[in-house]
Every structure is written in structure tokens, then in C-alpha cells.
């Protein structure tokens, strides 16, 4: 049984900063493709970026260049390091475990709650 749970999430003020963390178990961590997604209230479910075994990375767009995503596999963790926040950013935000590259079948986190507001 595979088990993702996500950490990090909290209250920034427009311009800040936050990491995310998301530990996963119960699987080989370094052969798992991995993803973050976000959900606004009243929205969909949205890609925010996503790093494969092999390290390739992909953003949305309307993050890229603020956002990076990482993996340490020594301990099994995911993060999403987000800059230059905006209150459009705000949502809860879920890290996945895929089966397959970007296929939303997989194995999920509950999410954490990312706030931007003055």
C-alpha cells in the first residue's frame, strides 16, 4: 500500500515564499514518477509540475520559473519550492504518485492548504 502525505502548506503574504513536502512509503521511491497539483475552490484539479525517475521535470506555465520541483530518494521525499507567490496560487495542493507518467489513476495525499493574502 503505497501512502503519500503532503506538509508545508500554510498563509504567505503576495511575494513570499513556501516549500512543500511530500513523503511517499510503501513503494521504491526512486523508480516512481511523481507529481503536484493544485485545487482552487470552484476548479478543477490542475497539474502544477511533475519530475520523473529519471529527473525530467514539467511545469504548467502559469508556474514555471517560480516553482520548482525536486526529489531527494535517499529519503524518500518530493518538494515543491514556490517563489514569488501570488493570491492565484492559492489552493490545496496534492502530491501524487504515478503509475504512469502524468496518469491521474495513481496513489494520492490528502493536500495541504496554500494561502496567498495580505
Known amino acids: 500500500q503505497v501512502q503519500v502525505v503532503e506538509s508545508g502548506g500554510g498563509l504567505v503574504q503576495p511575494g513570499g515564499s513556501l516549500r512543500l513536502s511530500c513523503a511517499a512509503s510503501?513503494?521504491?521511491?526512486?523508480?516512481?514518477?511523481m507529481g503536484w497539483y493544485r485545487q482552487a475552490p470552484g476548479k478543477q484539479r490542475e497539474l502544477v509540475a511533475a519530475?520523473?525517475?529519471?529527473?525530467?521535470?514539467t511545469y504548467d506555465g502559469a508556474v514555471e520559473g517560480r516553482f520548482t520541483i525536486s526529489r531527494d530518494n535517499a529519503v524518500n521525499t518530493l518538494y515543491l519550492l514556490m517563489n514569488n507567490l501570488k493570491p492565484e496560487d492559492t489552493a490545496v495542493y496534492f502530491c501524487?504518485?504515478?503509475?504512469?507518467?502524468?496518469?491521474?489513476?495513481?496513489?494520492w495525499g490528502q493536500g495541504t492548504q496554500v494561502t496567498v493574502s495580505s
Open positions: 510503501g513503494s521504491t521511491f526512486r523508480f516512481n514518477h
Open positions: 501524487t504518485v504515478y503509475k504512469f507518467w502524468l496518469a491521474t489513476d495513481g496513489y
Open positions: 519530475i520523473a525517475s529519471d529527473g525530467r521535470t
